[in-house]
């Protein structure tokens, strides 16, 4: 049995409250402990279990169409006497003039 549970109000309107936050459940819905209060809240009618609605699909990520990050095999990390490190990070060349 899982240790957590999918309950949302029983009735649109009726305001139930997390013991632990004091927060409103959400009208759709939240995933919570199991625990002794939700059980009763589930035996009284004042919540009920349901399974989550399906998060919709990701829209392609930016990161799949950006360029690859900088090359990092020049990056140089120095440890002082002290325990510190400096990172030293060349800057990248030029591009040559247009003419």
Not at 32 to 40: A, E, S
Not at 61 to 85: F, I, L, M, R, Y
């Given at each position: 049995?899982?240790?957590?549970i ?61 360029p ?32």
């Amino acid at each position: 049995m899982s240790d957590t549970i999918f309950v949302k109000p029983a009735r649109a309107g009726l305001v139930v409250r997390d013991p632990a936050t004091r927060q409103k459940l959400a009208a759709d819905g939240e995933s919570k402990r199991r625990t002794p209060y939700w059980l009763r809240r589930i035996a009284d009618g004042d919540v009920k279990v349901v399974t989550p609605a399906p998060k919709a699909p990701a829209p392609p990520s930016a990161a799949a169409s950006s360029p690859a990050p900088p090359a990092t095999e020049n990056v140089q990390v120095k440890v002082q006497p002290d325990g510190s490190e400096v990172i030293h990070i060349p800057a990248p060349a030029k591009a040559p003039a247009k003419k």
